[in-house]
């Protein structure tokens, strides 16, 4: 099975000069919690809630005029819409991501898988139990 038959294609994205308000608002109205920041076609990096408020909020910044570009969260983990979804699950597990974006040859986004599309359309829970189980792993030790 290829991303592509899974993916979500609606996408909302952002461009890097909007506001976090307006960036949040977004997120809010679509119940989303990160968007895609792109520049035309080409796509920069992403904005999350978590950067929204830990980066900016934390910091005292004011959302109604800093730009999204000044939080997000740059270079994207995708893969292309051709991929085999055991190799986005393979990245997802290895990046410890949510979701990837997906992009098309001609490196234009087209859509979002995440892991709740692995396991609607997955068939193998093997598969899907190892992803999350990758993603939701610590990626720091604590010291003893």
């Known amino acids: 099975?290829?991303?592509?038959?899974?993916?979500?294609?609606?996408?909302?994205?952002?461009h890097p000069e909007t506001t976090l308000?307006?960036?949040?608002?977004?997120?809010?109205?679509?119940?989303?919690?990160?968007?895609?920041?792109?520049d035309r076609e080409r796509v920069l990096g992403v904005?999350?809630?978590?950067?929204?408020?830990?980066?900016?909020?934390?910091?005292?910044?004011?959302?109604?005029?800093?730009?999204?570009?000044?939080v997000m969260?740059?270079?994207?983990?995708?893969?292309?819409?051709d991929d085999d979804v055991r190799s986005a699950a393979r990245l997802m597990r290895e990046r410890q991501v949510r979701r990837l974006l997906v992009l098309d040859h001609a490196?234009?986004?087209?859509?979002?898988?995440?892991?709740?599309?692995?396991?609607?359309?997955a068939h193998d829970g093997e598969m899907v139990g190892h992803t999350l189980e990758g993603v939701t792993e610590p990626s720091w030790a604590p010291e003893t």
């Open 73 to 81: 969260t740059d270079g994207a983990v995708f893969c292309n819409e």
């Open 21 to 38: 308000q307006e960036a949040a608002e977004r997120m809010r109205l679509h119940d989303l919690g990160f968007l895609p920041v792109c």
């Open 1 to 14: 099975m290829e991303v592509h038959e899974i993916m979500t294609r609606s996408v909302e994205f952002v």
């Open 107 to 121: 490196h234009r986004l087209v859509g979002v898988v995440s892991l709740g599309d692995l396991a609607s359309a």
């Open 47 to 70: 904005v999350t809630d978590r950067d929204i408020t830990v980066r900016a909020t934390a910091a005292g910044r004011d959302s109604e005029i800093t730009a999204v570009r000044e």
